[in-house]
């Protein structure tokens, strides 16, 4: 059974950090790209960064870069994305996307940036 879990989400204030976890199961994650996506209220769902299998390429939107960091650990399954410097703007419900020939998501977590 696949599973992607993200977890650390939460509200904090302009200009702090949060670091989001998703880990995974049920499939040969060094086999696949994995993506964070966001979803903000009325909004499209777009993409926030990607990573490669052994994690030797990553990609950012241009709302990320300088500030979000994606990383992997695929000894234990878990796909990380630091956010830095955040803004209120970032909110949103961030999602965690494996992706091969076949996509799975994860539930998503609520990130909230607001003093």
Same mark, same amino acid.
């Given at each position: 059974? +696949? ?6 989400? /939460? ?14 199961? /049920? ?5 696949? +790209? ?17 990573? $490669?299998?052994?994690?030797?390429? $990553? ?18 399954? $878990? +796909? ?21 020939? +076949? ?13």
């Amino acid at each position: 059974q +696949v599973q992607l879990v993200e977890s650390g989400g /939460g509200l904090v204030q302009p200009g702090g950090s949060l670091r989001l976890s998703c880990a995974a199961s /049920g499939f040969t994650f060094s086999w696949y +790209v994995m993506n964070w996506y966001r979803q903000a209220p009325g909004k499209e769902r777009e993409l926030v960064a990607a990573i $490669t299998g052994n994690g030797g390429i $990553t990609n950012y939107a241009e709302s990320a870069k300088g500030r979000f960091t994606i990383s992997r650990d695929n000894a234990k399954n $878990t +796909v990380y994305l630091q956010m830095n410097s955040l803004k209120p703007e970032d909110t949103a419900v961030y999602y965690c996307n494996a992706q091969r020939v +076949v996509a799975y998501w994860g539930q998503g977590t609520q990130v909230t940036v607001s003093s």
